[in-house]
T-cell receptor, first 113, second 114 residues
């Protein structure tokens, strides 16, 4: 049973479009939610959210967490071809006396000119 | 700082062979972990360590062993390779154990078992 579910699994948009990626989760002892970008290599860190309702922004990317409804969204405005990647959502939780991350399957974003 | 390094980048094994994937970090991070990534499956945790001498199992530990004799190194051993272990393996490290910190990933090792 998946603890972290991302949707959609894939998405094709045109340059300049705005996209919203979704991540829902169900874990006990929730600690954090993280977004990563992966382009044919290792995942690179985008955001970490720990408090509900606080928006994190970095340029054209932003993310918000809803701890009550157990989901997060990642928004990308004015998309560019360089945004093409798999976006991974990971949820950090306390387990076995330490902090662990569980990843979703990812959303593959393709931005076409 | 080199960050998280992994060797080798690519490896082909025959069924039944054993090998060790190397992982090292130079950031003095306490927490290190190994993930495998398969198409359509996301990243799945194999083993993790919260400090030298301490390791524990993740979601998919069968067929793999780890040890953590130093803070810097966290090798992953495949005991008897099977085709089901064909995957991309990522090592990651993080500053904290119980506290919340981002994980830094190594470049990955692509393993094929024939």
């Amino acid at each position: 049973e998946d603890k972290v579910v991302q949707s959609p699994l894939s998405l094709v948009v045109h340059e300049g479009d705005t996209v919203t990626l979704n991540c829902s989760y169900e874990v006990t002892n929730f600690r954090s939610l993280l977004w990563y970008k992966q382009e044919k290599k290792a995942p690179t860190f985008l955001f970490m959210l720990t408090s509900s309702g606080i928006e994190k922004k970095s340029g054209r990317l932003s993310s918000i967490l809803d701890k009550k409804e157990l989901f997060s969204i990642l928004n990308i405005t004015a998309t560019q071809t360089g945004d093409s990647a798999v976006y991974l959502c990971a949820v950090g939780y306390s387990g076995a006396g330490s902090y662990q991350l569980t990843f979703g399957k990812g959303t593959k974003l393709s931005v076409i000119p | 700082n080199a960050g998280v390094t992994q060797t080798p980048k690519f490896q082909v094994l025959k069924t039944g062979q054993s090998m060790t994937l190397q992982c090292a970090q130079d950031m003095n991070h306490e927490y290190m972990s190994w993930y495998r990534q398969d198409p359509g499956m996301g990243l799945r945790l194999i083993h993790y360590s919260v400090g030298a001498g301490i390791t524990d199992q993740g979601e998919v530990p069968n067929g793999y062993n780890v040890s953590r004799s130093t803070t810097e190194d966290f090798p992953l051993r495949l005991l008897s390779a099977a085709p089901s272990q064909t995957s991309v393996y990522f090592c990651a490290s993080s500053r904290g154990t119980y506290h919340i910190y981002e994980q830094y990933f190594g470049p990955g090792t692509r393993l094929t078992v024939t």
